[in-house]
C-alpha cells in the first residue's frame, strides 16, 4: 500500500492510492464480485478526485500569496485579502477524462480601493526625495513612478490571474499522477470568479473563464520520461471566454 500526501492550509490530507482507500466501502458493498469491485473503484477514484482537488484548492492559494507580495512590493503596507475561500469541484467522464471547476475569490472590494488610492500613477510627475546636499540639489528617490504603458504591470486583478494561472499549470504538471488518466482522456481545469457577498465590479468587468487542458497521452509519457515537465508544460491548452 502506498500512501499520498497532499497539504494544505496545514493540514495534510492522507490519501491511500491502493486497496485500503477504500476497504470500508468493500465491507459494505454487495455480495456481488462485480459489484464489489465497481464500490471499490469509485471509492479510489473519489479519494484520487478529493487528492487533486487539493492541490488545485492549493495552487489558487498560493496565487493570492503571491498578490499579496507583490502589492506589499508596490505599497508598502498594503495587503490585498481576498473575499472568500477557493472552492474545486471534480466530475469524472464517461471516457475516462476528469474536469474540475474552480472557483477563484475575488479581491475584496476594500482592500482593492485602497491599493488603487496609493499605488503609483502611470504617466505622473515623479517626485523626488531625499537629502538636501551642501549645494541646496535635492537628490532624486529611486523609487520613481512608472512611465505611461504601465498599467498592466500595475493592475492587480491582471497579476492575480497570472499568478492564479501560474499556480493551476504547476499544480497540473507536478501533482497529475494522483489521477488514474490514460492515452485517449484529457485532464481539465476550468476557472473562473466565484460569487460572494462583497463583489468587486473592477474584477467582475475584467474576468473570463479560463480553461487549461492537457492530454492523458502526454501525462503518461511523462511518468516514462519521454517528455520532459517543460515540454508538458508547452502542451497545456489554454483557453478563455
Do not use: H
Not at 221 to 238: I, M, N, S
Request: hydrophobic fraction near 45%; charged fraction near 20%; glycine fraction near 8%.
Amino acid at each position: 500500500m502506498r500512501a499520498r500526501a497532499v497539504r494544505t492550509n496545514g493540514l495534510v490530507l492522507a490519501v491511500a492510492l491502493g486497496l485500503a482507500v477504500p476497504a470500508a466501502a468493500g465491507r459494505q458493498a454487495p455480495d456481488d464480485p462485480v459489484a464489489r469491485a465497481q464500490a471499490l473503484a469509485d471509492a479510489e477514484l473519489k479519494a484520487q478526485l478529493t487528492a487533486f482537488s487539493y492541490v488545485l484548492r492549493e495552487a489558487v492559494e498560493r496565487g493570492g500569496q503571491r498578490l499579496a507580495e507583490w502589492a506589499g512590493q508596490i505599497v508598502p503596507g498594503i495587503e490585498l485579502v481576498l473575499a472568500a475561500n477557493p472552492t474545486v469541484e471534480a466530475t469524472p467522464l464517461p471516457d475516462g477524462s476528469v474536469v474540475f471547476d474552480v472557483r477563484i475569490p475575488e479581491i475584496l472590494q476594500t482592500s482593492m480601493m485602497l491599493f488603487l488610492r496609493q499605488r503609483p500613477q502611470p504617466g505622473a510627475t515623479p517626485i523626488t526625495r531625499g537629502p538636501v546636499t551642501g549645494t541646496g540639489v535635492v537628490t532624486g528617490d529611486p523609487m520613481t513612478v512608472p512611465p505611461p504603458g504601465a498599467e498592466r504591470s500595475l493592475n492587480p486583478n491582471q497579476q492575480y490571474s497570472d499568478f492564479v494561472r501560474e499556480a493551476l499549470v504547476d499544480g497540473i504538471i507536478n501533482n497529475a499522477g494522483i489521477l488514474p488518466l490514460d492515452n485517449g482522456t484529457w485532464l481539465t481545469v476550468a476557472a473562473s470568479g466565484a460569487d460572494v457577498a462583497v463583489t468587486n465590479p473592477l474584477y467582475r468587468n475584467t474576468s473570463r473563464k479560463l480553461i487549461l487542458s492537457l492530454k492523458g497521452d502526454d501525462l503518461q509519457a511523462l511518468r516514462r520520461g519521454d517528455l520532459t515537465r517543460d515540454q508538458v508544460r508547452a502542451r497545456v491548452v489554454e483557453r478563455r471566454y
